[in-house]
């Protein structure tokens, strides 16, 4: 059985992108498709004092014209420097904000990526080796795929030699699962229920922030708190 999972690259995402990424054999990012703006793509939440506020990447918009993600650029180079400001700023102090300040320090300044793609794909490679998840990332375009939402996700499933698809919860409201009957492909829907809370700074607790809160929080923990009730 190979279980994979396709999902659009988000920006430093909460920790039920990652639970779903160590749950499969080998996880898809489909960047081939509409960026969204006021979406997770370009932006993330962390705690404040204030409440969660947005770490949002400012990107370039060519108006109603058909814009993939993986074409999606940076508008200002600053956001770099700015975001890494506030996540110091906000985390400083937490308990293993000092053990993996170097880490993110690191992806935030250290790069000069300009597509959000590859921005988000080092995030996401980032995180996921300071949680040990060794889960094959692959984009996309390394299959043959065609159609319209559920057969392109069928037939990136075929291409991988995937025989289970874990699909998150919302894609509920669109997709034709007759589809992947057909093609022999066992669906799964991921349930981001029942995660445990963790200690958090600016109650009350909050689940849906970037997963930066919960790796300064708990450090070598952090795995720990992916485990569901």
């Known amino acids: 059985m190979k279980r994979v999972a396709i999902v659009q690259s988000n920006y430093i995402p909460w920790k039920g992108y990652f639970d779903l990424i160590r749950s499969v054999d080998e996880f ?32 370039l918009v060519k108006g109603r014209y058909f814009q993939k ?50 921005i988000n794909r080092r995030f996401i490679e980032t995180i996921c080796a300071v949680l040990g998840i060794a889960t094959p990332i692959r984009d996309s375009t390394e299959y043959a ?37 057909e093609a022999g492909i066992a669906l799964e829907y991921f349930d981001y229920a029942g995660y445990p809370e963790y200690p958090q700074f600016h109650p009350p607790f909050d689940h849906a922030v970037s997963i930066l809160d919960l790796i300064f929080q708990t450090g070598p923990d952090a795995p720990a708190f992916l485990k569901r009730a």
């Open 145 to 181: 795929s065609h159609g319209d939402k559920t057969e392109r996700l069928v037939r990136l499933c075929q291409s991988a030699g995937a025989n289970v698809y874990i699909s998150g919860p919302a894609a509920r409201a669109y997709m034709q699962e007759e589809l992947f009957c």
């Open 69 to 118: 993600i993986s074409e999606t650029e940076v508008s200002d180079p600053e956001w770099r420097a700015d975001h890494w400001r506030s996540i110091v700023a906000h985390y400083s102090k937490a308990p293993f904000f000092p053990m993996f300040r170097k880490t993110f320090e690191q992806c935030y300044l250290g790069s000069h990526d300009v597509l959000l793609s590859a």
């Open 28 to 59: 898809i990012l489909l960047d081939e498709v509409q960026f969204t703006k006021r979406d997770w793509r370009n932006r993330n939440k962390i705690k404040t004092p204030a409440g969660a506020v947005w770490l949002t990447i400012p990107v």
